[in-house]
């Protein structure tokens, strides 16, 4: 079965700096997809940013940009520039690319805090 | 375009009773995706919908059902409600499904089952 692991529950940021929510995931499949979305306060969860895995350049979205490391089953997620609404819940997730399986397998969440 | 809608926002049952919930995708989109989140166990997977047909379904009791309609929208029943099913029930639509080559899953805002 597919697993997604992110080993910081809580992390923190000052306002304007870098943070890098880390994210591994384990699969036997060659081809999937991986996600961040971002969970604030008021429960909307919101796509952050989406990699194809058969893609080696790294995802970018504004001050948003992925670390993926197919080998090391690892993808990384890069906030620059924190601002105080980028507090909130980030949850990893991996979805297959093959038929039969249409669902995200989520981590279980980094919450971060911005501190002004 | 208007956003995914669940209804209703929040909901406070008693043990034994059963609830439906209800979650309208957005336009256009055919495969809707039901997800429980808690604070011990985290997201998970409950099904997915497509056409009117269901795709996967997760590992969770017979209790929770679902089903979708012509137009896409989508219910989720809950019988025989336990203390264990409070959570935050989350709805997703996409295009195509999760893993889809171009696709993206868009959350609604969650409906909250309190059973006491």
């Known amino acids: 079965a597919q697993t997604v692991t992110q080993s910081q529950p809580e992390m923190s940021v000052q306002e304007a700096e870098t943070v890098t929510l880390s994210c591994t995931y384990d699969t036997s499949e060659s081809d999937y997809y991986l996600f961040w979305y971002k969970q604030p306060p008021s429960r909307q969860m919101i796509l952050v940013i989406r990699?194809?895995?058969?893609?080696?350049q790294n995802a970018t979205e504004n001050r948003f940009s992925v670390n993926f490391q197919k080998a090391a089953k690892s993808f990384s997620l890069k906030i620059s520039d924190s601002q105080l609404g980028d507090a909130a819940m980030y949850f990893c997730?991996?979805?297959?690319?093959?038929?039969?399986?249409?669902?995200?397998?989520f981590g279980k969440g980094t919450k971060l805090s911005v501190i002004p | 375009k208007a956003g995914v809608t669940q209804t209703p926002r929040y909901l406070i049952k008693t043990r034994g009773q059963q609830v439906t919930l209800s979650c309208s995708p957005i336009?256009?989109?055919?495969?809707v995706s039901w997800y429980q989140q808690t604070p011990g166990q985290g997201l998970q997977f409950l099904f997915e919908?497509?056409?009117?047909?269901?795709?996967n379904k997760g590992n969770f009791p017979g209790r929770f059902s679902g089903r979708q309609f012509s137009n896409s929208r989508s219910e989720m029943n809950v019988s025989t409600l336990e203390l264990g099913d409070s959570a935050l029930y989350l709805c997703a639509s996409s295009l195509e499904g999760p893993g889809g080559s171009t696709d993206t899953q868009y959350f609604g805002p969650g409906t909250r089952l309190t059973v006491l």
């Open positions: 990699q194809e895995a058969y893609k080696q």
């Open positions: 919908y497509f056409s009117e047909t269901q795709r």
């Open positions: 336009s256009g989109h055919r495969s």
């Open positions: 997730a991996w979805a297959s690319s093959g038929a039969g399986s249409y669902q995200l397998t």
